[in-house]
Nanobody, 122 residues
Framework: QLQASGGGLVQAGDSLKLSCAAS????????MGWFRQAPGKERQFVAH????????HYTDSVPGRFIISRDNAKNTVYLQINNLKAEDTAVYYC?????????????????WGQGTQVTVSS
């Protein structure tokens, strides 16, 4: 089970740190991803972190402002978003990478959190 939190209504230029608490599986054994879905658009990959937290990967469309991390002692993965922009408005989802497809592919992820809404006002 994955439970995302930390979203909200913020001003452009603010920062947010999203959290995703995991339970029901051995957390360190799985890579974790963050995706986002803006209104009227498809869900898109944002970032992935491997089980040990030693390797991260970001989509090219998210330059530098997003930082994924994890705390395996707390079974939690985070997404720090800095200098928020209006185009970051979306529902943000965390997901467990169950399958060995490409990191950015939705097909790699079999378990999803419920999503947390981020709304950025300009």
């Amino acid at each position: 089970q994955l439970q995302a939190s930390g979203g909200g209504l913020v001003q452009a230029g603010d920062s947010l740190k999203l959290s995703c608490a995991a339970s029901g599986f051995i957390f360190i054994n799985y890579g974790m991803g963050w995706f986002r879905q803006a209104p009227g658009k498809e869900r898109q990959f944002v970032a992935h972190i491997n089980g040990m937290g030693t390797n991260t990967h970001y989509t090219d469309s998210v330059p530098g402002r997003f930082i994924i991390s994890r705390d395996n002692a707390k079974n939690t993965v985070y997404l720090q978003i800095n200098n928020l922009k209006a185009e970051d408005t979306a529902v943000y989802y965390c997901a467990r990478r169950n399958f060995n497809y490409q990191l950015e592919s939705l097909q790699s992820y079999g378990d999803w959190g419920q999503g947390t809404q981020v709304t950025v006002s300009s």
